[in-house]
């Protein structure tokens, strides 16, 4: 039996450990490759908007012989970070191609700039540390002056270059609205550069991007959704099938049913079943198999789930703990009583935290109302904290669905 497993669980699912995403991939790579092009690809984590970005960016350059710059905001914390991102990209992207292209942008920075070269030997560059400690406002035109250096680079050399900044609303996190509006009278003005922005944090950017806010009618928004469960049914039943193993729609029904509509749940599960059903050395794949890699992920996921229940107040516990196993409203009559909720209005405000702390999803779909932003977050508190209440229900318990003909 081939030891591959058909299912990656690390890094940017790429080859033929991606799939579907055509009409997105087409869009992306359309903007990147077209001029003054300002795209917003807008999705919840765990979707596969990385991997689509990169497929895209990949075309862009292939098909259209675009110079893409692709920035990784995700984990700065500050806006000095924000332009070592792009001057780090800028370095990857355009030093390949243009000799000069380290004088020139040190020469036209004028900043506290310093190369650095990375793991490889290949030449980096990052603002001085200092200016991480510098006003709001000197960052800010740092920033500025780097987007206008690529920008003013890429027009002299004639060629087409294209900028994604992925978790774009980090801008704000770290720079305040302040921050936003400049960022958005920066690009408003590169007409030989593409923007992509990309972000996760949907209430964040809705507020971005409503009237009132910094992005308003600046981007054209490409909603980025699940995937369809009958494609994505296939592809699993077919990877598995692909090394050896007989599987059967019901077994990828069941790991949707279970891991939900992320792209990154579904395969994680996938990728456990498949080593499951390799444990055993079988040959046919069962839904079983499927329930005690569940079981299993949420065990390897413990120690993160546990520190985020020690993290809440009593009141969103319990809360968790009536999404998670609730069977009507949540809060009607029954199910505070059950879970020990309280007042209605304690319990509406305990769900809006922990939306806000995207531990929570509304949905009308589900009885309860609510279904967890993580579905191994949901068989943690099955598992480990309903006994708290002298509860017990499988961690593979699916949420019952709302009754349409309920009034």
Same mark, same amino acid.
């Given at each position: 039996?081939?030891?591959?497993?058909?299912?990656?669980?690390?890094?940017?699912?790429?080859?033929?450990?991606?799939?579907?995403?055509?009409?997105?991939?087409?869009?992306?790579?359309?903007?990147?490759?077209?001029?003054?092009?300002?795209?917003?690809?807008?999705?919840?984590?765990?979707?596969?908007?990385?991997?689509?970005?990169?497929?895209?960016?990949?075309?862009?350059?292939?098909?259209?012989?675009?110079?893409?710059?692709?920035?990784?905001?995700?984990?700065?914390?500050? *806006?000095?970070?924000?332009?070592? #991102?792009?001057?780090?990209?800028?370095?990857?992207?355009?030093?390949?191609?243009?000799?000069?292209?380290?004088?020139?942008?040190?020469?036209?920075?004028?900043?506290?700039?310093?190369?650095?070269?990375?793991?490889?030997?290949?030449?980096?560059?990052?603002?001085?540390?200092?200016?991480?400690?510098?006003?709001?406002?000197?960052?800010?035109?740092?920033?500025?002056?780097?987007?206008?250096?690529?920008?003013?680079?890429?027009?002299?050399?004639?060629?087409?270059?294209?900028?994604?900044?992925?978790?774009?609303?980090?801008?704000?996190?770290?720079?305040?609205?302040?921050?936003?509006?400049?960022?958005?009278?920066?690009?408003?003005?590169?007409?030989?550069?593409?923007?992509?922005?990309?972000?996760?944090?949907?209430?964040?950017?809705?507020?971005?991007?409503?009237?009132?806010?910094?992005?308003?009618?600046?981007?054209?928004?490409?909603?980025?959704?699940?995937?369809?469960?009958?494609?994505?049914?296939?592809?699993?039943?077919?990877?598995?099938?692909?090394?050896?193993?007989?599987?059967?729609?019901?077994?990828?029904?069941?790991?949707?049913?279970?891991?939900?509509?992320?792209?990154?749940?579904?395969?994680?599960?996938?990728?456990?079943?498949?080593?499951?059903?390799?444990?055993?050395?079988?040959?046919?794949?069962?839904?079983?198999?499927?329930?005690?890699?569940?079981?299993?992920?949420?065990?390897?996921?413990? *120690?993160?789930?546990?520190?985020?229940?020690?993290?809440?107040?009593?009141?969103?516990?319990?809360?968790?703990?009536?999404?998670?196993?609730?069977?009507?409203?949540?809060?009607?009559?029954? =199910?505070?009583?059950?879970?020990?909720?309280?007042?209605?209005?304690?319990?509406?405000?305990?769900?809006?935290?922990? =939306?806000?702390?995207?531990?929570?999803?509304?949905?009308?779909? *589900?009885?309860?109302?609510?279904?967890?932003?993580?579905?191994?977050? #949901?068989?943690?508190? *099955?598992?480990?904290?309903?006994?708290?209440?002298?509860?017990?229900?499988?961690?593979?318990?699916?949420?019952?669905?709302?009754?349409?003909?309920?009034?």
């Amino acid at each position: 039996m081939p030891a591959n497993n058909p299912f990656q669980i690390h890094g940017l699912a790429r080859g033929p450990f991606f799939t579907d995403r055509a009409d997105e991939i087409r869009r992306i790579a359309a903007a990147l490759s077209t001029p003054g092009t300002k795209l917003l690809l807008v999705g919840r984590r765990r979707m596969g908007k990385s991997s689509a970005l990169a497929e895209a960016a990949e075309r862009a350059r292939r098909r259209h012989k675009t110079v893409v710059l692709e920035v990784d905001l995700s984990t700065v914390s500050s *806006l000095a970070d924000v332009g070592t #991102r792009l001057l780090d990209a800028a370095f990857a992207a355009l030093g390949r191609r243009w000799k000069d292209v380290t004088a020139t942008l040190l020469q036209r920075l004028q900043l506290g700039v310093r190369l650095v070269p990375d793991a490889t030997g290949t030449m980096g560059a990052s603002f001085d540390v200092a200016l991480r400690d510098a006003d709001p406002v000197a960052q800010q035109r740092a920033l500025e002056r780097v987007l206008d250096t690529i920008a003013e680079i890429g027009g002299a050399k004639g060629r087409r270059v294209s900028i994604i900044l992925d978790e774009f609303q980090r801008v704000g996190h770290v720079g305040g609205e302040a921050a936003e509006w400049h960022l958005r009278g920066v690009v408003q003005k590169h007409d030989t550069v593409s923007y992509v922005f990309a972000g996760s944090e949907l209430g964040v950017i809705e507020r971005m991007t409503a009237e009132r806010g910094a992005f308003y009618e600046l981007l054209t928004p490409l909603p980025f959704g699940p995937i369809d469960p009958g494609h994505m049914t296939a592809w699993i039943r077919d990877r598995m099938r692909g090394v050896g193993l007989a599987a059967t729609e019901e077994v990828a029904r069941r790991c949707l049913a279970l891991a939900g509509d992320r792209t990154r749940d579904v395969v994680l599960l996938a990728h456990h079943t498949v080593l499951e059903a390799r444990s055993g050395r079988s040959k046919v794949v069962t839904t079983e198999q499927v329930n005690r890699a569940f079981a299993a992920l949420v065990d390897e996921q413990d *120690l993160q789930w546990g520190a985020r229940w020690a993290r809440l107040t009593v009141g969103m516990q319990q809360v968790l703990r009536a999404v998670a196993a609730g069977t009507s409203g949540l809060t009607s009559a029954a =199910m505070r009583r059950d879970f020990g909720l309280g007042p209605t209005g304690t319990v509406t405000n305990a769900a809006s935290a922990l =939306m806000e702390r995207e531990l929570l999803l509304r949905t009308p779909d *589900l009885a309860v109302g609510y279904r967890f932003d993580n579905p191994y977050f #949901r068989g943690w508190v *099955l598992a480990r904290a309903l006994h708290d209440l002298g509860r017990h229900l499988p961690v593979v318990t699916l949420p019952p669905l709302r009754d349409p003909s309920a009034r």
